[in-house]
C-alpha cells in the first residue's frame, strides 16, 4: 500500500536524480507536459522523428507514449521506440487518448500492445473500457463514465497484457494481478484543464524511471497529481489560475502536504 | 438583434450540453484553444489524421477548420472533414489564418470553400480583405488594416458563399445577406496574446453546435470573447496575466457580466 | 560593449516597428515563441510548409530555425527558408536544440549550417559543445554543462563558421572574432520552464532584424531575457507563476528597469 512516505521518498529521488523523460505526446499538451515534468524535477525530451527515437528511448529513464494527435508516421515512431525501450528494460506509460473516439485510435493502441507491453497503461474510464470491450464508443477525448463503473474494466485489462493499469477519474483505481489501490485526491476543477490526464500519464513515467515497482510509481503519481492539484485549487479562481498554481504547487512540494493530504488506501471512499 | 438574454441562454445550453467540438487546427493556439472551449463548458477534440477525421466530424456537434500551420496532408483531411460535417448537417467554422500572406494560404482557403461551404468564416480585416481582393496582401498573420475598413469585404465575402462572416478586431462585424450585427467589447491586449482570433472561432463553434442560426451563434461568440477580455483586462499586468484571467472569466461569467458589459447593435460606436 | 542605453534604444524600435519574425520552430514552445515576440512587441509568424516558407522568409524581418521537434520534411523547409532568407538579406538565427542528444540532430545542424551560415547560432553549453566535439553527447536537451566550461567552444565554433555564437546559462557569453560579451542576468527558476532558450532564439532574431550589428543584437536579447526574468522571479511562487510574470515583464519592460539592472561587460563575475 502506498504511504505518504512512499511517495515522498520517490519525489525526492525525482528532484535528485532529474531522469530524463522522453514522451512522444500529442501537440496539445506538449509543452504543459514538458512544463509539469520540469515542476516536479526530471528532464523531458519530446522527439518523434523515426530517425531518432531509438536513440533517445534508449538513453532516457521512461518512455511515454501517448496518442492524443496521431497520425501513420507518429505511430510507427511510437512502435519503435516502446521496442527500444522494451529491449534496454526501460519502463514504458502507454497513455490511449480517446481510445474510444474512432477505430483508428483503438486499432493503434492494439498495435501497440501488441507490439511491446508497457509497464503502465493510463487511461479515463471510457478509454479503459474501450480498450477491453470493442463496443464501448465514447466521443472525442473526455470520460463519459465514472472510474468506480470502469473499475472491472481496469482489472480485465491489467490481467489481458500483464501490466499495471492507472485508472484515473474522481476516484484513481491503480490495479495489477490481484492488486488495487485508490486514490481519492484531486479537484472538480481538474478534468476543466486540458491534459491534465497526459500531464498524470508523464509524472507516472518520471516515477517509473526512479521506482522498478511500476505499481507504486503509478500510484505514486497520482497522488501527487492529486494534491498538488487540490493545493492550486484554494488559490485558483477558474481553470486558467489553476494551470498556474498546479505547476507551482508541483514544484514547491513538501513532504508535509502529502503527508497531510493524501486519501489512498485499497478501497474508494 | 443579439441581445444580453440571448447570449446568455447560449451560454446556458454549451454548460449543460457540452457540445464535442472538433478542431483541427494550428499547433500554435492547439492548447489555448481546448482549455478556451473547456473553459465555457464545452468538450473539445483535436484530430487531423485522414484515418479519423471524417468519424469523429460525423459524431461532433461543430467543426473548427483553421489553417495557421498548414501542409498538403492537414489541408486533406481538412476538406474530408469538412465533407463529412457538411453531409452530416454539422456546422463548420472556418478560419483562415494570415490568407493573405502567402499564396498557397490563400489557395488552400480557396479550395477549402470550393469544396465545402462553411457556416461561419470567422477572420481578420486582413485576412476578409485577401479572400475577397487577391491583390491584398498582409505581413504574417497579424492584421494591418482596421476592421472598419474591411467591412465592406466581409459583405462581399458573405455574398459570395451565402455564409456568415465574422470579422473581428476593434469594432467585430458579424454579416450575412443584408444583416449586420456589431461587437464592440474587448480590450487592445487582446492582440497582443497569440490565438485569441482562433480561440474565438473555436468559441463560434461551440455556439453553433447549440444554435442553429449562425448569425447569432457567431455573434453571441465575439460577445462572449469581448466581454470576457474586459473582465479579464481589469485585474491583467500584461498579456501574460491576461491569459490566466481570460480562462478565469470565461469559466466564471454571468448573466450580469453580459448584461452590464454587452455593447453590441446594428452599428459601430 | 552594450549598454543600458543600446539595449533599451532597440527594444524600442522593436515596439515601434513590430517587426515581422518568421518561426521554424518546435511544438513544445510555438504559444511561448509567439507570446515572448508579441509582449516585447514583434509580429510573430509560425510556417513550416515547404509550399510557403519561401515566401515567408523572404517578407519578414528575421528567421528563426529550431531543431527541437524535427523531422525531414521539416529540415527540407528549414533549409529552403534559409537560404531565401540568406539571399534577401534577412537575419537567421538557428537554435541547435539538443544537438549533442542524438546524431539526427547533429547532423541535421551540420547539414544547415552547411547550407546556410546564420548571423547567430543560440545555445546552452551542451549544444555548442556539441557542435564543436563530435564526441560530446547530451542526455535530451538540458546543458549538463555549465557556460562557463563551454565558452571555448563558443569561440571555436564562431570562427568556423565566422557568426555569432551565444550561449546560454548562469552566465550568457556573446561571442564573435576576438569580441565578448558577458550578460549575467536571469534567475534559476529559467531553466525549470520549458523553452526559455527557444524564446531567447525568438526574442535575439527581434532584435536582429532592427539592429544590424547580430553581436549586439545577440547580447541585447540576452540581456532583456535575464532582466525580464529577474523581474518575474520577485512575484513568482514557482515555474507556474513564473511565466506569467515573464511575460507581462517583457511587455512591460521600462529603461530605468534596464538601467538598474543589466549586469553586462566583457568578464564573467
Redesign the interface.
Known sequence: MISAQSVWEDLVKIRER?P?V?NIT???????T??AL??IGA??????????VE??AG??GALVVNI??????WVGAMEKAMLKAREGGVPIVLDPV?AG?????LDTVRGLLAAAVPQIIRGNASEISALVSAGTTM????SSLSSDSACGAAKTLSAMHGCVVSLSGETDYIVQGGRLECVRNGHPLM?????LGCTASALSAAFAAVNGEAFAAAAHAMAVMGIAGEIAARE??????F??????????LREEDIGSLLRAGREAA
Open positions: 532529474s530524463l522522453h500529442n501537440f496539445v499538451v506538449m509543452n504543459n514538458a512544463n520540469l515542476a528532464s523531458p525530451v519530446m522527439a518523434h522523428a523515426g530517425e531518432e536513440e533517445i538513453a532516457c492524443g494527435t496521431l497520425n501513420p508516421q480517446g473516439a474512432t477505430s483508428y485510435r466521443k472525442g477525448v473526455d478534468p476543466r484543464v486540458t491534459g485558483a479562481k477558474g481553470p486558467g489560475s494551470q498556474v498554481h498546479f505547476l507551482d504547487a508541483l514544484y514547491r
